[in-house]
């Protein structure tokens, strides 16, 4: 008989913090005081976890062809440290494969641990929502606790039939061999302070990149965008790695562009498609995805009230660090809107410093959320070169 797999909700809580002039523990000291609100982590937010690990897995070679026998569990760290029943301070995600058959099949071939990090998205929209209905003032301060609860479990057999978790067939990206040192061998690291050891690694080449920081910078477009396409590389040897190569890029268009709002309509996607499909006939590319989006933020960091640059008329002009390549709030729904379930895609958003200078941040997927990161800058693929 199977067993029932536990699942958890996962809960947010969040209390006001004072200093405490009273002095309980002295001056300035932070107290804890009333709870604000308690929320629960959406199911959605814990799938892109999920997907995050099994692909964690796949990339490492701990699971096999079959996407649809992945499977995989969250499990909760239980923590004393606050003298609070169910409190979490840590994540265990277990991967496997059910492939095999029998036993073996229960058991995971990846464990990862993931710090509460993880929530911080979910939290912040959570203290958003707090400050916008004036629960929590624009300057008051707040603690974040995670808690995990087991529903009850039903003393008698259930006479309904078990819930199923409904999930879509899905398959692992095509592939194509190749060897990672080769391509690391004359590649340059962007954004260097932001790499991060677990992300997956991307290539894009300068060809790839000048064309789509040409379709980013269209004059007279706010925020101009391009899809970028590439292939899944597969490493068998001397480890199993899979790592991603962005060769090529094609204008994004049927997007409703306004200042720091990209918002892409349904045409978008089905442009998206079109050109895609179009792209692996043409070019005989069957391996070909998108892997990526990037688009301009085509004014300068600081604005006045009615959208003016003020940056042209400021004493701080000749040093300031101010720059406009981030993610809005918008574009990271977008990015998680359109790379859910291909959890490896990277976003590029090219802004500009108050002196007009290109600056470049670069997005993607890690621990649950929407983070700053690296890829590799490569003159052309090593395949080329001779
Ligand atoms: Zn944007």
């Given at each position: 008989?199977?067993?029932?797999?536990?699942?958890?909700?996962?809960?947010?809580?969040?209390?006001?913090?004072?200093?405490?002039?009273?002095?309980?523990?002295?001056v300035?000291?932070?107290?804890?005081?009333?709870?604000?609100?308690?929320?629960?982590?959406?199911?959605?937010?814990?799938?892109?976890?999920?997907?995050?690990?099994?692909?964690?897995?796949?990339?490492?070679?701990?699971?096999?062809?079959?996407?649809?026998?992945?499977?995989?569990?969250?499990?909760?760290?239980?923590?004393?440290?606050?003298?609070?029943?169910?409190?979490?301070?840590?994540?265990?995600?277990?991967?496997?494969?059910?492939?095999?058959?029998?036993?073996?099949?229960?058991?995971?071939?990846?464990?990862?641990?993931?710090?509460?990090?993880?929530?911080?998205?979910?939290?912040?929209?959570?203290?958003?929502?707090?400050?916008?209905?004036?629960?929590l003032g624009?300057?008051?301060?707040?603690?974040?606790?995670?808690?995990?609860?087991?529903?009850?479990?039903?003393?008698?057999?259930?006479?309904?039939p078990?819930?199923?978790?409904?999930?879509?067939?899905?398959?692992?990206?095509?592939?194509?061999?190749?060897?990672?040192?080769?391509?690391?061998?004359?590649?340059?690291?962007?954004?260097?302070?932001?790499?991060?050891?677990?992300?997956?690694?991307?290539?894009?080449?300068?060809?790839?990149?000048?064309?789509?920081?040409?379709?980013?910078?269209?004059?007279?477009?706010?925020?101009?965008?391009?899809?970028?396409?590439?292939?899944?590389?597969?490493?068998?040897?001397?480890?199993?790695?899979?790592f991603?190569?962005?060769?090529?890029?094609?204008?994004?268009?049927?997007?409703?562009?306004?200042?720091?709002?990209?918002?892409?309509?349904?045409?978008?996607?089905?442009?998206?498609e079109?050109?895609?499909?179009?792209r692996?006939?043409?070019?005989?590319?069957?391996?070909?995805?998108?892997?990526?989006?990037?688009?301009?933020?085509?004014?300068?960091?600081?604005?006045?009230?009615?959208?003016?640059a003020?940056?042209?008329?400021?004493?701080?002009?000749?040093?300031?660090?101010?720059?406009?390549?981030?993610?809005?709030a918008?574009?990271?729904?977008?990015?998680q809107?359109?790379?859910?379930?291909?959890?490896?895609?990277?976003?590029?958003?090219?802004?500009?410093?108050?002196?007009?200078?290109?600056?470049?941040?670069?997005?993607g997927?890690?621990?649950?959320?929407?983070?700053?990161?690296?890829?590799?800058?490569?003159?052309?693929?090593?395949?080329?070169m001779?």
């Amino acid at each position: 008989m199977e067993s029932v797999p536990r699942t958890f909700e996962f809960v947010i809580e969040i209390r006001r913090r004072e200093a405490d002039a009273a002095g309980q523990g002295g001056v300035g000291t932070l107290v804890e005081t009333e709870l604000l609100g308690r929320d629960t982590v959406p199911a959605a937010f814990l799938g892109t976890i999920e997907e995050e690990a099994i692909w964690q897995a796949y990339r490492a070679g701990r699971l096999g062809e079959d996407r649809d026998r992945a499977w995989v569990e969250i499990e909760p760290l239980f923590t004393t440290r606050w003298g609070r029943a169910n409190a979490v301070d840590a994540l265990e995600l277990r991967v496997g494969d059910s492939t095999a058959g029998g036993e073996t099949d229960k058991l995971p071939s990846c464990i990862r641990r993931v710090s509460l990090d993880a929530f911080e998205q979910p939290a912040l929209d959570f203290v958003r929502r707090l400050r916008a209905d004036a629960t929590l003032g624009p300057e008051e301060g707040y603690r974040v606790e995670f808690f995990a609860i087991e529903p009850p479990r039903p003393s008698e057999p259930p006479t309904e039939p078990p819930r199923f978790r409904v999930t879509e067939h899905r398959t692992w990206p095509p592939t194509e061999p190749a060897l990672l040192s080769e391509w690391k061998q004359s590649a340059r690291l962007t954004n260097e302070e932001a790499g991060h050891p677990d992300d997956t690694v991307v290539f894009i080449t300068d060809a790839a990149y000048e064309q789509a920081l040409a379709a980013c910078r269209r004059p007279g477009v706010a925020e101009g965008g391009a899809g970028l396409v590439g292939t899944v590389r597969n490493q068998l040897e001397p480890t199993p790695e899979k790592f991603i190569v962005i060769d090529g890029s094609f204008e994004m268009r049927h997007a409703d562009q306004s200042q720091f709002h990209l918002a892409p309509t349904t045409e978008t996607y089905v442009e998206l498609e079109r050109r895609l499909q179009q792209r692996r006939r043409r070019l005989d590319r069957p391996a070909e995805l998108l892997v990526g989006i990037a688009h301009g933020h085509n004014f300068l960091p600081a604005l006045d009230e009615q959208g003016g640059a003020l940056c042209p008329s400021c004493p701080k002009r000749p040093t300031c660090t101010l720059h406009s390549a981030y993610y809005s709030a918008d574009d990271v729904q977008f990015h998680q809107a359109l790379f859910q379930h291909q959890i490896f895609a990277i976003g590029l958003v090219w802004g500009f410093t108050p002196r007009e200078e290109d600056v470049l941040r670069i997005y993607g997927f890690r621990d649950g959320a929407v983070r700053e990161r690296a890829i590799y800058r490569v003159e052309r693929a090593p395949e080329e070169m001779s």
